[in-house]
Each structure stands twice: as C-alpha cells, then as structure tokens.
Nanobody, 118 residues
Framework: QVQLVESGGGLVQAGGSLRLSCAAS????????MAWFRQAPGKQREFVAR???????NYLSSVKGRFTISRDNAQKTILLQMNSLKPEDTAVYYC????????????WGQGTQVTVSS
C-alpha cells in the first residue's frame, strides 16, 4: 500500500510563491507516475500537473509557466513550485500516484490547503 503525505500549503498574497511537497512510502516510487490535483470550494477536483516515471511533465493550461512539478526519486518526493500565485489558485491540493500510464489514479494524499489573498 502506497501512502502519500503532502506538506507546504499555507496563506500567501497574490503574486507570491509556495512550494508543495509530497512524500511517498512506495518501495518502487521511481516507477510511479505522479500528479497534483486541486479542489476549490464548490468545484470539482481538477488536474494541475503531472510527472511520469520517465520525467515527462504536463500542466493545466492556466498554471503553465507559473508552476513547476519535479521529482526526487532518491527522496521519494515530488514537488510543486508555485510562483505568481493568483486568488483563483486557492484550493486544497492533493498528491496522486499510479503505476499505469493511463487509467485512474490509485493513490491519494490527504491534501494541503493553499490560500491566496488578493
């Protein structure tokens, strides 16, 4: 069973930066595809960024150029560097992982709150 634990959320002013971390317990972390999702109040959970086991990344269009996802396989950690934050980035951010390239995300963290004030 894979456990994911997020950290790094908080309150920041618009234009500021935060870095989220997700620590994984998986023995084969290097083979997992990992992602960040977010859910704002009253809205559905949405995809934010993904990094495959190959290192390939992709992003939600509205965060491209502002957010960067990365991974450290030795530390079994993924990071989400968030710059130029906007109030609309306010949400609970979740780390997710799966072993397959397609299909549902199998593993989820508990989430970390990010609040951007205007």
């Amino acid at each position: 069973q894979v456990q994911l634990v997020e950290s790094g959320g908080g309150l920041v002013q618009a234009g500021g930066s935060l870095r989220l971390s997700c620590a994984a317990s998986a023995r084969t972390f290097s083979m997992l595809n990992m992602a960040w999702f977010r859910q704002a109040p009253g809205k559905q959970r949405e995809f934010v960024a993904r990094i495959d086991w190959t290192g390939t990344t992709n992003y939600l269009s509205s965060v491209k150029g502002r957010f960067t996802i990365s991974r450290d396989n030795a530390q079994k950690t993924i990071l989400l560097q968030m710059n130029s934050l906007k109030p609309e980035d306010t949400a609970v951010y979740y780390c997710a992982g799966k072993g397959n390239m397609v299909g549902t995300w199998d593993y989820w963290g508990q989430g970390t709150q990010v609040t951007v004030s205007s």
